[in-house]
């Protein structure tokens, strides 16, 4: 009997593209699945949609509502509700290729102390506007953005990607979006869940905070497709951000600071002690 997989598909107001999604969940090759969906208060048609699709399958779909919280507290909620070993997220508007978890979960078996497993993406896009052909152009291609690794198909130990001297640099998510990702559930008994105090970054400070604790691997293949769209979650936030720089800062100094390249430490020491003078000047002011 083959592991089970959790699908995990956090949604709001996702009616537009959420079938195309659960075709493709429905349509993958690998054979013991649940489908898991964390709603978030949907005002649109979203959970009539999976109830119908409840019809069309034998796979078990299960529907679990959620008070929203933000994004990260939704992720979180879904993979709390998961039954798998490995946890599969596939965001509303996105699509996975039908060998995507088989490919996948035959990797991280074929080695020890597999934590992620991720796969290069085909980006679907309106090439009509000029942000979005920008936006192609800068992450379409992630893999190729490190300096010393020479990423192919395969596993290697998460310490030698966050020693890497181009982990934080433009393109600074180099694993990719959720929907690129496999994850062993025991990664969040480990390091604990998404950090909800973040809107952009959420996900990469999750893949570098694994790292020091399990090995990573990447298939090289398109095996997921990535919607770009205004009305999508991150679009949003990257709108009506605030700058997440210095809480970066805090949160990679705690958590992977040693592990770093020395010139991240020297880069986060600096923005820790100038955080702290800038502190210290306003309590004098008070």
Request: charge should be positive; glycine fraction near 4%; proline fraction near 3%.
């Amino acid at each position: 009997m083959s592991l089970l997989v959790s699908i995990c598909i956090p949604t709001y107001n996702g009616a537009t593209y959420l079938a195309e999604a659960l075709d493709s969940a429905l349509a993958q090759s690998y054979p013991n699945l649940e489908i898991v969906v964390s709603d978030d208060a949907s005002t649109d048609g979203t959970l009539e949609i999976v109830e119908r699709y409840k019809t069309k399958t034998k796979i078990p779909i299960y529907i679990h509502l959620h008070q929203p919280k933000g994004i990260g507290a939704n992720w979180n909620h879904c993979v709390k509700q998961a039954n798998g070993k490995y946890i599969k997220f596939l965001f509303q508007d996105d699509v996975l290729e039908p060998h995507c978890i088989e490919r996948m979960v035959a990797l991280a078996e074929g080695s020890k102390n597999v934590g992620l497993v991720y796969c290069k993406r085909t980006i679907i896009y309106d090439v009509s506007k000029r942000f979005d052909g920008d936006w192609v152009r800068n992450f379409s291609t992630l893999h190729k953005s490190w300096h010393a690794l020479t990423i192919k198909e395969g596993v290697l130990s998460g310490k030698v990607y966050l020693k890497d001297r181009n982990l934080l640099d433009h393109p600074s998510n180099k694993i990719g979006e959720p929907t690129a990702v496999l994850l062993n559930k025991s990664c969040f008994e480990k390091v604990g869940y998404f950090n909800t105090k973040l809107d952009q970054a959420l996900d990469l400070e999750y893949w570098y905070r694994i790292m020091p604790h399990f090995n990573i691997g990447f298939v090289d293949d398109c095996l997921v497709k990535f919607r770009l769209h205004d009305t999508q979650a991150s679009q949003i936030n990257a709108k009506n951000k605030v700058n997440e720089v210095k809480r970066l800062s805090w949160v990679f100094f705690k958590t992977i600071f040693r592990f770093l390249h020395y010139r991240y430490q020297k880069g986060l020491l600096k923005d820790i002690l100038y955080v702290r003078e800038l502190r210290r000047f306003f309590k004098k002011k008070v």
